[in-house]
């Protein structure tokens, strides 16, 4: 089974990336409202696939992503962002994001990504 934190402010971003993975077998979902819950929860269940936004309360994206791959450094992190905030995603991948997704993005998209960093 695999295991997958989405962090995102948004309660429908949240709700729409869960109905998208409930299409593929065997995955276990944690949801996280900020940064702070998402570190929580990582550390607390250990996701083979971690989804944050750049833009969330008490912890934005990129402190979330230090910390957690300050947790651990082989921690796979799609960054998701708007477009106008894509220099901000790039600079996350120079941090050590695994890769990123353009809001809003296809649900096709969203299954790729997650087909492309977790093996079946």
């Not at 809001?103 to 998209?109: A, E, Y």
Request: aromatic content about 6%; charged content about 30%.
């Amino acid at each position: 089974m695999s295991k997958i934190l989405v962090a995102d402010d948004a309660i429908f971003m949240r709700l729409m990336i869960r109905q998208i993975l409930a299409r593929r077998d065997s995955i276990e979902i944690w949801e996280a409202e900020n940064g702070q819950v998402a570190i929580e929860l990582f550390r607390e269940h250990r996701p083979d696939l971690t989804f944050l936004d750049i833009t969330m309360p008490i912890k934005d994206g990129l402190e979330t992503l230090e910390e957690i791959l300050a947790i651990d450094n082989q921690a796979k992190i799609i960054m998701c962002s708007a477009v106008a905030q894509e220099k901000v995603v790039q600079n996350a991948i120079q941090k050590g994001a695994t890769d990123f997704l353009i809001k809003p993005f296809r649900p096709n998209q969203l299954l790729e990504t997650v087909n492309k960093y977790l093996r079946k």
